[in-house]
């Protein structure tokens, strides 16, 4: 029997890249909801033409009381959240599945959100049902690459890692949430202290191979108050910048006001950032990456340095945060059975899964160095 997996936000940015790929997996029967019914109808239309394949749907809001008993009628086995943005969302997508007894698992990267899921922890066990948050490019992949290699690794000192996207803009809701915290304080780590900086500030230029120097600033994600107790690192840090180094001065500018209460309300200003992008995606490469530089001591006590880099061509970086949703349904799909409980989206798939749901090798590619050589 098919396992029976609901998109939220099925026809969205990434809702329709995680659509694209289960609705052609044989031993998954795909059904997407969202609020607009047009959009939905066009939505299956289009997956049903491409895959052969029929796919059911729910027209509602998955954040209302109907959600339950839509997920029972239709016997879902796994919801996957992609309704952003998660900043200031409620876990309400979540609450029902556990009353329904279904397991789910979202795309955020809201440190907020994910770090916070684990309210939902004795609720979660007691219905036998895994809540998994942050089903993305971090702390899920990040994680696993990390995972990957730890064992070349006695200790862990510092982890600095981020995303250099392409020029193609994101939806709309992406933007509304990365923007929510421009100019405000995210707490980082150095040499085991908390400290704060500025968000989508501190501009760096960093060389990154295949797409030459990217602007990158600061950014807030889950993987600061997971992986210090992880692994152990004691510094820890993470930046993100636009395919276009325009696109990075804009948003600094924009943390800037917001920092200094020229702006209130970042969304309108995301709306507006959001169209500008759109006219200068054109200028982009379609390069992306996302990077992890690992410090600490090797299995002999020698200094070990660790550069990770999965690079994406072509417009393809939304793959990444995409598909480890896909990753986790294909292995379920196959009898995988995750531990009950609500928790960050970490240890759950490997680097391996991950690339094997994106399936895309001319595309994208990961790379591993080390400072001594090894591979």
């Known amino acids: ?49 491409a895959s052969g394949k029929a796919c059911a749907s729910w027209c509602g809001d998955a954040m209302g009381p109907g959600f339950q008993s839509a997920l029972g009628s239709m016997g879902i086995e796994l919801v996957i959240h992609t309704g952003g943005p998660f900043q200031g969302q409620s876990y309400a997508v979540a609450e029902s599945c556990i009353e329904a007894g279904v397991n789910y698992c979202d795309l955020s990267d809201c440190r907020t959100f994910v770090n916070g899921i684990g309210v939902l922890d004795a609720r979660a066990k007691a219905a036998g049902v895994a809540i998994l948050s ?27 890692h981020g995303i250099s996207s392409s020029a193609k803009m994101p939806g709309l809701s992406t933007v509304e949430g990365v923007l929510a915290y421009a100019g405000k304080p995210i707490k980082q780590l150095k040499d085991g202290r908390v400290h704060e900086v500025p968000g989508w500030q501190d501009l760096t230029l960093r060389k990154m191979p295949h797409l030459g120097t990217r602007l990158l600033a600061n950014v807030d994600v889950p993987d600061m108050d997971i992986f210090a107790g ?17 696109g ?9 006001a917001q920092k200094m209460g020229l702006i209130r309300d970042h969304a309108p200003w995301a709306a507006r950032l959001h169209r500008l992008g759109t006219r200068f995606e054109r200028f ?29 061509w ?7 945060p995409s598909c480890a949703a896909v990753a986790l349904a294909t292995k379920m799909a196959q009898g995988y059975v995750p531990e009950p409980g609500a928790r960050p989206c970490v240890g759950e798939i490997t680097v ?18 080390f400072s001594d050589g090894q591979r």
């Open 284 to 312: 982009g490469d379609g390069k992306s990456a996302m990077y992890i530089d690992v410090q600490g001591l090797g299995v002999e006590g020698q200094p070990l340095s660790m550069t990770a880099q999965l690079t994406a």
């Open 134 to 160: 942050g089903c993305s490019s971090v702390p899920t992949l990040s994680s696993a690459i990390i995972d990957q290699q730890r064992y070349r690794f006695q200790r862990i000192d510092s982890i600095e």
């Open 352 to 369: 391996d899964e991950y690339m094997a749901a994106i399936n895309d090798p001319e595309n994208l590619s990961l790379s591993v160095h």
């Open 1 to 49: 029997m098919a396992f029976k997996v609901l998109v939220v936000g099925g026809y969205g940015n990434f809702g329709s890249i995680v659509c694209r790929h289960l609705a052609s997996m044989p031993d998954v029967d795909l059904a997407i909801s969202g609020r607009d019914p047009h959009k939905l109808l066009r939505k299956v239309e289009a997956l049903q033409a």
């Open 314 to 320: 072509n417009d393809k970086g939304p793959e990444i």
């Open 248 to 256: 990075g001065v804009a948003n600094a500018l924009f943390a800037q």
């Open 230 to 246: 992880r692994y152990g690192a004691r510094t820890l840090s993470f930046k993100a910048g636009a395919g276009l180094k325009l």
